[in-house]
């Protein structure tokens, strides 16, 4: 089945500082989504991708959707404590294919910032 | 802000136990799935459904476990006869519309952590 190998796998930085991680995929997805998981929480989106080469912005957040459709990455500037949980990469392939919207995630990425 | 709604937050059973988990998606969506996270582990797709039928599912997804819309608002898991390794957090999530070329962003509940002993 399609995987999704999102890295770096924790961070722990300092408060103000710039994060950047990141998910590849050996093949193809359509739409790229990155999503922040809260303790006892359900995913939250964060930033939709929908073109190949697409860089989008959501406050102190960037992402982009790799040239490939096989990549992706969100950076997050000037860290603050809430910042804190985990950072889902998900994928979506064509309805037209075999799948049917369904959505297949990176392992996720334990964000820890330190005041 | 328009949210999915998940009862209850925690349901704990005894192995062999049927669970029902339920779920009201977001009033104007058409398209509702299941997924579900082992404790510390990533987000796995179980089912998506759409117009009173499944329309996908994963190799988790066997016969043990079905999906139903009884009504016009509900949403439901049942899980016929747990075992331990089905503990975990089970999302529902819902969404206006699939892939291919039309935006599809997929809400997601808050879970219900299933424990079974």
């Known amino acids: 089945g399609q995987q999704l190998n999102q890295s770096p796998q924790s961070m722990f930085i300092q408060e103000g500082e710039d994060v950047s991680m990141n998910c590849t995929s050996s093949?193809?997805?359509?739409?790229w989504l990155w999503y922040k998981q809260d303790p006892g929480e359900g995913p939250v989106l964060l930033i939709a991708?929908?073109?190949?080469?697409e860089l989008t912005s959501n406050g102190r957040l960037t992402a982009q959707f790799g040239i490939t459709r096989k990549d992706s990455f969100l950076n997050i500037s000037a860290s603050i404590p809430s910042d804190v949980g985990i950072y889902f990469c998900?994928?979506?392939?064509?309805?037209?294919?075999?799948?049917?919207?369904?959505?297949?995630f990176g392992q996720g990425t334990i964000l820890t910032v330190h005041p | 802000e328009p949210e999915v709604t998940q009862t209850p937050s925690h349901q704990v059973t005894q192995m062999g136990q049927e669970v029902i988990l339920r779920c009201v998606p977001i009033?104007?969506?058409?398209?509702f799935y299941w997924y579900r996270q082992i404790l510390g582990q990533k987000v796995e797709f179980l089912v998506s459904?759409?117009?009173?039928?499944?329309?996908?599912k994963s190799e988790i997804f066997d016969d043990q476990f079905s999906v139903e819309r009884p009504d016009g608002s509900n949403f439901t898991l049942k899980i016929r006869s747990t075992k331990l390794e089905d503990s975990a957090m089970y999302f529902c999530?819902?969404?206006?519309?699939?892939?291919?070329?039309?935006?599809?962003?997929?809400?997601f509940g808050a879970g219900t952590r299933l424990s079974v002993l």
């Open positions: 999530a819902s969404s206006s519309r699939v892939a291919g070329g039309a935006k599809n962003i997929q809400y």
């Open positions: 093949s193809i997805f359509n739409t």
């Open positions: 991708l929908y073109k190949a080469g």
């Open positions: 998900a994928g979506q392939a064509n309805a037209g294919g075999t799948s049917y919207g369904k959505l297949t």
């Open positions: 009033s104007n969506h058409l398209y």
């Open positions: 459904f759409y117009n009173n039928e499944i329309s996908e």
